[in-house]
């Protein structure tokens, strides 16, 4: 059953899923699957990847179809790899440049995603129909799941 929001448990699960597995594109569908159906208010969860300079393309996804491509300097999943640092973002409508792939989407929350030179390979960006749906505490929760599973 769906929980309302990121759990220890659910934490544990995707380390354990993942444990051994140095294929980033299986590691990227695993944790948009996982984090999609077990909270109950993540609407979309899904992985951009640079895939050239200042580009960010469609990764592993789950939720209703995404843009393809996002530049760098687009959006809340452009500035979290422009600037290299995780976007909380509680009301969409006030984010300068937010991109609307589904105009229910209210709150966002973008983490970088980096590889073990610190290189920023991707952004993992969940988004909720709910207005200020994520915690200081989730995004601190995710960015250290990520850099576990990512950078080591
Ligand atoms: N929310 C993103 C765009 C991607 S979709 O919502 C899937 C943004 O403004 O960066």
């Not at 929001?5 to 294929?23: F, H, M, N, W, Y």
């Not at 843009?67 to 979290?80: D, E, M, N, W, Y």
């Not at 505490?137 to 960015?143: G, I, Q, R, V, Y």
Request: proline share 3%; net charge negative; glycine share 8%.
């Amino acid at each position: 059953m769906a929980q309302k929001q990121l759990s220890d448990d659910l934490v544990t699960r995707i380390s354990a899923l993942c444990e051994g597995e140095d294929d980033v594109i299986a590691k990227m569908a695993t944790i948009s699957c996982e984090l999609y159906h077990a909270v109950d208010g993540y609407d979309w969860v899904g992985f951009y990847r640079v895939t050239e300079p200042q580009l960010l393309k469609i990764g592993p996804y789950q939720g209703g179809h995404g843009c393809l491509t996002i530049p760098f300097s687009k959006g809340v999943c452009g500035a979290a790899a422009r600037l290299a640092a995780t976007q909380l973002v509680d009301d969409v409508n006030a984010f300068e440049g937010h991109i609307a792939c589904s105009s229910s989407t209210q709150s966002e929350l973008v983490l970088p995603i980096f590889d073990k030179s610190g290189t920023v390979i991707a952004v993992l960006d969940i988004d909720s129909d709910s207005p200020a749906f994520f915690s200081s505490e989730d995004a601190a929760t995710l960015e250290t799941l990520m850099a576990t599973l990512f950078t080591q």
